[in-house]
């Protein structure tokens, strides 16, 4: 079964940075492109970065320059670094495949305020 266990989300005010980390099953990080989802409240989940297991990366135009998004394949492990945080980069931010496998993990929320 696939599995996604997010972590690292907080609350930061703006211009603050945040490091998320995902763990994934191996059975489907293996070969497999990665990608940070988020979901604001009342909006659709939107697709923030991607990374293939051969280091192509890929961002959400509003994020560009801010985060930075890496992977470790070694340990199945998946990060996104998020710096200069604004408050609409407020939401719950998931990690899955690219496109997305329908199993989803908890997610962890990310609030930018002051």
């Known amino acids: 079964q696939v599995q996604f266990v997010e972590s690292g989300g907080g609350l930061v005010q703006p211009g603050g940075s945040l490091r998320l980390s995902c763990a994934a099953s191996?059975?489907?990080?293996?070969?497999?492109?990665m990608g940070w989802y988020r979901q604001a409240p009342g909006k659709q989940r939107e697709l923030v970065a991607t990374?293939?297991?051969?280091?192509?990366?890929g961002y959400l135009n509003s994020v560009k320059g801010r985060f930075t998004i890496s992977g470790d394949n070694a340990k199945n492990m998946v990060y996104l670094q998020m710096n200069n945080l604004k408050p609409e980069d407020t939401a719950v931010y998931y990690c899955?495949?690219?496109?997305?496998?329908?199993?989803w993990g908890q997610g962890t929320q990310v609030t930018v305020s002051s």
């Open positions: 899955n495949t690219s496109p997305p496998n329908k199993s």
């Open positions: 191996g059975s489907i990080f293996r070969g497999n492109p």
């Open positions: 990374i293939t297991r051969g280091g192509n990366i």
